[in-house]
């Protein structure tokens, strides 16, 4: 056995067994003449989030991939409940520019999916003007919430989110961690997500999982943000797991106008409105975090132009 | 009416153009233009293995063309070349091994041209059947296919994920491409398969809104390529499987001009393009 470092931890109050929608036992990938990861133990039941975090190479994607059957376990078991319907947000997709492909028909990827249900999810995301575009001419962030929303709209009971709001600005981030967070409400699926920033976990996740070629820790984001593993790993300048949730008061409609919290529609901001996150307490970045990951931020404090 | 030979080479072509047309967009989306070329060059070494063991053409050059895209597939595996590589090594060796055996058995007599490049005008009525009934059943497994086709020719890993079962796709396909090579080489020849399979689908590109659509387009261009090439062989008395072939190059010619394809939503130009 390699060093595994398994947190002591139980596996959660989920333990029931038939409830698990996937689980996986000591299961590890073997490439290449090393292990890509190895000794991972998780499972995920109906309505949970379960976040994996850790650096470039740490097996993040490795592990997703293990447990919804793309790729196979080398040692260990994967266990999926018969007939799991999976929704998979690949973290990289490159479509060739040869094929024809609209949002709309990219909704219809993998199954048949009626046009009802095809804009219920572009609106979801917000994306709805852009069914009739193709694929290609999407930017980043648009393209991102099409894979989302195809995702989606199969209803899947297991949600594999790899680094899904990647390229999505700094608003549009959090509407859609509340998106996600709204479907495990009220479709009871699972979701398995992996994080595209390392110190930075969704806001109602039930289990953070720190990943580095094994489990480093794992438990809620309050317990992992202050383990001493987790720290020793990724807490460099002190930065330590922040949950992200915030609240906007406003939000910039597609066609450029802009909606407030109380439903009235403007053309430029309200000089008084607060940010898209609110500063100071309302910001609940928690965990003496110091403002400085990688998103757009507008200065904090400062009035929003 | 089959009395005639040019109306023959016209419903011959016509039908291996039609099927040619969704197969050759698959050839594109999935970058394996080179791929089919290695098949077809491999068909003359299935035509020398059928005149050495007496077997039945058509079966000899499907088992070759299978053969080798399997065991292209199985090296691709062990990466230790790149696949471009492999593609040239297995390409031209097939060709070339064909060449040497058929050099070998003195006591036959081919026409090597008709293999090369065709020889649509010597279509038997036997021929026809055999070309509408493949081409129909390669179309109707196409069909069968088309959702996990085309899910794992976007993403492997989303079609495997969402039980699209993607391996076994590729291998009918692969199937397929061997199929239709086998039928298609006596229209127009082992050297230009490829180029009925790829050109016609590149031409669809700018008209087509959905990779459906594309297809057709594909089969329709294929089939205006054949006529085009045919009349264009009869009025110039040039070789006729080239002779498609430079008019499905026409086509596609004059579909780069700005007054024709499909008005598109040209959003790129205001905004990030994905790469």
């Known amino acids: ?305 | 009416m089959l009395d005639d030979f040019f109306t023959r080479a016209m419903i011959a072509g016509v039908g291996v153009a039609l099927t040619a047309g969704p197969l050759g967009c698959f050839v594109v989306w999935r970058r394996m233009a080179y791929f089919g070329d290695t098949m077809a060059h491999s068909a003359l070494l299935g035509v020398a293995l059928s005149l050495f063991f007496e077997v039945n053409l058509l079966l000899s050059v499907f088992g070759v063309a299978v053969l080798v895209s399997g065991l292209l597939l199985l090296l691709q595996r062990r990466q230790s070349l790149s696949a471009d590589a492999l593609l040239g090594i297995l390409s031209h060796s097939a060709l070339a091994i064909g060449l040497v055996l058929v050099a070998f058995m003195t006591w036959v007599r081919i026409d090597l041209i008709a293999f090369l490049f065709g020889d649509i005008l010597a279509v038997t009525p036997s021929d026809i059947a055999l070309i509408w009934g493949g081409g129909i059943v390669v179309v109707a497994a196409l069909a069968f296919l088309w959702r996990p086709l085309i899910a794992s020719t976007v993403s492997e890993d989303v079609a495997e994920a969402e039980g699209m079962r993607p391996a076994q796709a590729k291998l009918f396909f692969m199937l397929l491409m061997a199929l239709v090579i086998a039928i298609a080489m006596k229209i127009v020849g082992i050297m230009l398969i490829t180029s009925l399979l790829i050109i016609p689908a590149a031409t669809a590109r700018r008209f087509s809104a959905s990779p459906e659509w594309m297809a057709v387009f594909a089969s329709l261009i294929g089939a205006a390529a054949v006529v085009g090439g045919l009349f264009g062989s009869l009025t110039y008395d040039t070789p006729s499987g080239p002779s498609i072939v430079v008019a499905a190059l026409l086509l596609f010619i004059m579909s780069l001009l700005p007054a024709f394809g499909r008005k598109t939503n040209e959003r790129a130009t205001n905004q990030g393009v994905r790469g």
């Open chain 1, 1 to 305: 056995m390699l060093m595994r470092n398994r947190a002591d931890l139980p596996l959660g109050d989920h333990a029931k067994d038939a409830a698990k929608l996937v689980s996986l036992s000591n299961a590890g990938i073997f490439r290449d003449n090393r292990w890509l990861v190895r000794g991972v133990d998780l499972s995920i039941a109906r309505g949970e989030v379960v976040t994996l975090i850790g650096p470039n190479g740490a097996g993040k994607s490795t592990t997703a991939k293990m447990a919804i059957g793309v790729l196979k376990a080398d040692e260990g078991t994967v266990t999926r409940s018969s007939d799991l319907r999976i929704g998979y947000v690949p973290q990289k997709l490159s479509i060739d520019w040869t094929m024809p492909l609209s949002v709309r028909r990219l909704m219809r990827l993998t199954s048949s999916i009626s046009d009802q249900d095809t804009m219920a999810a572009l609106e979801a995301t917000g994306i709805a003007h852009l069914a009739d575009a193709e694929v290609r001419h999407l930017s980043g962030g648009e393209f991102q919430r099409a894979l989302l929303a195809r995702a989606l709209a199969r209803k899947p009971d297991l949600l594999v989110l790899d680094e899904p709001v990647q390229g999505v600005d700094f608003a549009g981030e959090a509407a859609l961690y509340d998106l996600i967070r709204k479907i495990r409400t009220t479709t009871g699926c699972g979701i398995l997500m992996i994080s595209h920033d390392l110190h930075m976990v969704m806001a109602g996740t039930d289990t953070v999982i720190c990943l580095n070629g094994h489990i480093c820790c794992r438990g809620t984001p309050e317990v992992v943000s202050q383990s001493s593993d987790y720290a020793k790993l990724f807490g460099a300048n002190g930065r330590a797991l922040a949950v992200y949730s915030h609240n906007h008061d406003h939000t910039h409609l597609p066609d450029g106008r802009v909606q407030h919290r109380d439903g009235s529609i403007t053309d430029h901001c309200h000089p008084e409105d607060g940010h898209h996150h609110e500063p100071a307490a309302g910001h609940d970045h928690h965990h003496h975090h110091d403002g400085d990951h990688g998103h757009h931020h507008h200065g904090e404090g400062k009035p929003h132009a």
